[in-house]
């Protein structure tokens, strides 16, 4: 395995945003009451001054704060891999390289995001942040962050996750935090919820309704959001910053870069800086691959239009893909990935014909992480496995055509909360969790009527 490293000074001092580069502007967003556009004063209930103003700029280049850049340098810049173990038992001319960011105080990259945005509520007097989590890694990396900042963090965990994986909870109880299995009865969108199903698993929009109805009713405190949104996808680029200098250390340039796509903040923050490099015409032919699962397929099988990022209905409808807001995903253990809608910016890429998405199933996903860890040693997130099932794949079809490739793909965090599941794979009771089209498209019929983006 070959490992490339960069020294603290090649950390980034800016972030990318890749707003003004799209090949046409975002579709606004629209209030969720009255469906006109919104303003950004109607996000200051939620949200701090500053991450409003990165959620609409149009600035190519964001400044990191000097605060922020210190604290990221306990683990950043973080290493890219040569998988040259797995191109060998693949038997494939391809090139595998991984930005790994498991090696966070959180194990993910979300504290690329959780810092900044912690951040930037202290300086502005807020006391207590709320968020959501699935799988547990946003929830830890805010908690993380909070402890940092002396803020309060309260986490809205997705029941399914909140028992399958009972280790990220004594983590974010570790640095402070609060947490509790969503739907709760703390508020008003949960109790609705569990009013109709005692036994709901939960989803991300359910657990987000919490948070955001917590936040709206308390004016100490403001909502923190784990993906999806652009100052998200904006503090993440410095995934993909690093590794463009990583790459140029290796003389390569991938011809297929890959990531796992739950909210979108984890593709879009290694993807991004090399998409520029596509739209600018520098690049043209390099491909992007969306990996997402097939029981939660919002780019595979979902619907363009305006969405709410939450059950109840009360964030701001996004222009995104979507399996509708109601939409109740399956219990599958790559909890990151249970959300019924992506990105802005990366659904306006995959409408342009700009981004491919590719859905998996359970088995195999653990299959391919199983002989990761065989060949390569790490023992990787289910959600990851889902960009690494993406990368085998093309590294197979390099093999068949008979031709090099270069492919990068990003591992967002490492397993080690998540050996249940690999024991579930291991012992043959890991059960794959098809979509059935009636329940889809349920769903989908109960979209707003503002429908088209």
Same mark, same amino acid.
């Given at each position: 395995?070959?490992?490339?490293?960069?020294?603290?000074?090649?950390?980034?001092?800016?972030?990318?945003?890749?707003?003004?580069?799209?090949?046409? =502007?975002? %579709?606004?967003?629209?209030?969720?009451?009255?469906?006109?556009?919104?303003?950004?004063?109607?996000?200051? =209930? $939620?949200?701090?001054?500053?991450?409003?103003?990165?959620?609409?700029?149009?600035?190519?280049w964001?400044?990191?704060?000097?605060?922020?850049r210190?604290?990221?340098?306990?683990?950043?810049?973080?290493?890219l891999?040569?998988?040259?173990r797995?191109?060998?038992?693949?038997?494939?001319?391809?090139?595998?390289?991984?930005?790994?960011?498991?090696?966070?105080?959180?194990?993910?990259?979300?504290?690329?995001?959780a810092?900044?945005?912690?951040?930037?509520?202290?300086?502005?007097?807020?006391?207590?942040?709320?968020? &959501?989590?699935?799988?547990?890694?946003w929830?830890?990396?805010?908690?993380?962050?909070?402890?940092?900042?002396?803020?309060?963090?309260?986490?809205?965990?997705?029941?399914?996750?909140?028992?399958?994986?009972?280790?990220?909870?004594?983590?974010?109880?570790?640095?402070?935090?609060?947490?509790?299995?969503?739907?709760?009865?703390?508020?008003?969108?949960?109790?609705?919820?569990?009013?109709?199903?005692?036994?709901?698993?939960?989803?991300?929009g359910?657990?987000?309704?919490?948070?955001?109805?917590?936040?709206?009713?308390?004016?100490?405190?403001? #909502?923190?959001?784990?993906?999806?949104?652009?100052?998200?996808?904006?503090?993440q680029?410095?995934?993909?910053?690093?590794?463009?200098?990583?790459?140029?250390?290796?003389?390569?340039?991938?011809?297929?870069v890959?990531?796992?796509?739950?909210?979108?903040?984890?593709?879009?923050? $290694?993807?991004?800086?090399?998409?520029?490099?596509?739209?600018?015409?520098?690049?043209?032919?390099?491909?992007?691959?969306?990996?997402? %699962?097939?029981a939660? =397929?919002?780019?595979?099988?979902?619907?363009?239009g305006?969405?709410?990022?939450?059950?109840?209905?009360?964030?701001?409808?996004?222009?995104?893909?979507?399996?509708?807001?109601n939409?109740?995903p399956a219990?599958?253990?790559?909890?990151?990935?249970?959300?019924?809608?992506?990105? %802005?910016?990366?659904?306006? $890429?995959?409408?342009?014909?700009?981004?491919?998405?590719?859905?998996?199933?359970?088995?195999?996903? #653990?299959?391919?992480?199983?002989?990761?860890?065989?060949?390569?040693? #790490?023992?990787?997130?289910?959600?990851?496995?889902?960009?690494?099932?993406?990368?085998?794949?093309?590294?197979?079809?390099?093999? &068949?055509?008979?031709?090099?490739?270069?492919?990068? #793909?990003?591992?967002?965090?490492?397993?080690?909360?998540?050996?249940?599941?690999?024991?579930?794979?291991?012992?043959?009771?890991?059960?794959?969790?098809?979509?059935?089209?009636?329940?889809?498209?349920?769903?989908?019929?109960?979209?707003?009527?503002?429908?088209?983006?």
């Open positions: 395995m070959k490992k490339f490293i960069l020294t603290e000074d090649a950390l980034p001092r800016q972030w990318y945003n890749i707003l003004p580069d799209l090949p046409a =502007p975002l %579709p606004p967003y629209l209030h969720p009451v009255t469906h006109e556009p919104l303003r950004p004063d109607d996000l200051a =209930p $939620l949200l701090p001054r500053t991450v409003i103003e990165q959620e609409f700029a149009q600035d190519r964001i400044e990191i704060p000097e605060p922020v210190d604290i990221y340098r306990m683990w950043r810049p973080t290493p891999y040569r998988a040259d797995l191109e060998k038992a693949l038997g494939t001319p391809a090139k595998i390289y991984f930005k790994y960011e498991g090696v966070s105080p959180a194990g993910s990259h979300k504290p690329n995001t810092v900044p945005q912690v951040f930037y509520n202290s300086n502005e007097g807020v006391r207590r942040v709320t968020t &959501e989590t699935g799988a547990g890694q929830g830890s990396a805010l908690s993380f962050a909070g402890s940092l900042f002396g803020v309060g963090v309260t986490v809205y965990m997705v029941k399914a996750s909140y028992h399958q994986k009972p280790y990220r909870r004594s983590l974010m109880h570790t640095w402070g935090a609060e947490v509790f299995a969503s739907p709760s009865e703390r508020t008003q969108a949960g109790r609705d919820v569990l009013a109709k199903d005692p036994d709901s698993p939960g989803s991300l359910m657990a987000i309704s919490e948070a955001v109805e917590d936040a709206l009713a308390h004016d100490d405190t403001r #909502f923190a959001l784990g993906s999806a949104m652009n100052h998200v996808v904006l503090h680029t410095v995934i993909g910053l690093e590794a463009q200098r990583q790459l140029e250390m290796a003389g390569d340039y991938p011809d297929v890959i990531g796992c796509v739950g909210g979108g903040s984890n593709f879009a923050g $290694l993807a991004f800086p090399f998409m520029a490099d596509r739209l600018s015409g520098s690049r043209a032919a390099t491909r992007f691959v969306a990996a997402e %699962p097939a939660c =397929p919002t780019l595979t099988r979902g619907v363009y305006y969405d709410y990022p939450d059950t109840a209905g009360l964030g701001p409808l996004l222009p995104m893909r979507t399996v509708g807001h939409f109740i219990p599958i253990h790559a909890g990151g990935l249970r959300f019924h809608g992506d990105a %802005p910016t990366l659904c306006a $890429l995959h409408d342009k014909g700009h981004v491919e998405a590719r859905a998996y199933q359970q088995n195999e996903v #653990f299959a391919e992480a199983v002989r990761f860890a065989r060949h390569e040693g #790490f023992v990787i997130a289910p959600e990851s496995a889902h960009a690494l099932r993406g990368a085998v794949q093309e590294a197979l079809a390099a093999k &068949e055509a008979g031709e090099e490739r270069t492919i990068l #793909f990003g591992l967002s965090g490492h397993g080690n909360f998540d050996l249940a599941a690999f024991d579930a794979y291991l012992a043959g009771r890991l059960e794959d969790l098809p979509l059935p089209q009636e329940q889809l498209d349920e769903a989908l019929s109960e979209l707003p009527a503002t429908l088209r983006a």
